[in-house]
């Protein structure tokens, strides 16, 4: 293979590397290094506008009043992006959505939410809404209207992501709503909302982070070729096969004895540890501090071997009785130097 290269200094052949004016240089986003793709787009549209449609049956059952609920964009910001694109005062619902990490935002005008609240209590819902914080009675009725609309979220995205939305509270000030990280990248799914004569925006926040690596599976699968898919099932085959032959590492445990600090640091060479595993039970077999099996101990030729078993071997009938008739002397925790018992050799 061959490579045609410039020296420094010398012109380029006229002709060869011309670039037109959209090859140029393009600005990297280094707040977005992941971006969303069509197919993802796709995803969220399709979820949201199922949330739609569950949001404008609901206030139209509860509110008693023609509503329309329309998603009309879906983005992926910042969360301080999110946070200047609301007014100051306004309604919004936190809401936790486990098993996925991070905190769900319903927001709504402050009107709306009045407006609301003046349908919820039989009135009409037209006119100039107070621009205050709601009161106890107001927040109460609000807030059995937010629970069921951030419970349709959960059937939404059920085709996507299973998760339970709880909500935490209610925050009027943008600023004090911390659902999140100011450099932490969310998706912002704005709606329409036509509620009876009113018009207003509603937005509904997620972490793109704990969404994105369920969309990645839920749209990985319609973009592989039958080609790809039969080289990943076979990488995945060969992987499975290659574990199976990769050595582990086993240990072969007594049960573990306790010492005081003192004791410990005053261990000495030629110092006998009794040890409080029972002379008849098995010894633990262990890979990655994970018992797994019990085995006895033995000998195989020259070296230490051990007999793995299905369940603890019980004592002669002649040692359990003679067990249970003497009582047992309490163990000493360390010895100095005293004379080998028979027991220690065979330990």
Known sequence: MTAETTPAGSGAPRGRHRRSKGDGPKPYDFRRPTKLSREHVR???????????????LLTSSLRVVTQVTNVSIEQVTYAEYVQTLSNPTVMALATIEPL??????????????????????????????NRPLSDIETALLRGLIDRTVLELRYAFDALVRFDPQVQGLEYNPQFAQAASASDMVIVATFELDLGAE?????????????MPHLEAATGHGVLSDRERAAREAAGRHLADRLESVPVEVTVRFEPARLTPSTLVALQVGDVLPLPHPVAAPLAVTAADVTFASAVPGAQ????????VDQPVAPPPAVAARGAAAPRPAPRTTARRPSQPAGASRA
Do not use: I, Y
Not at 301 to 308: F, M, N, Q, S
């Open 43 to 57: 995803s969220l549209q399709v979820a949201f506008e199922t949330f739609a449609r569950q949001w404008s049956t």
């Open 101 to 130: 990490d991070g905190q769900a935002v319903l927001e709504m005008p402050l009107a709306t939410a009045m407006t609301s609240v003046d349908h919820l209590l039989g009135g009409p819902g037209t006119g100039d809404q107070p």
């Open 199 to 211: 018009g207003s925006l509603a937005t509904v926040c997620l972490p793109f982070a704990s969404l």
């Open 301 to 308: 030729g020259k070296r230490l071997a051990c007999l793995v």
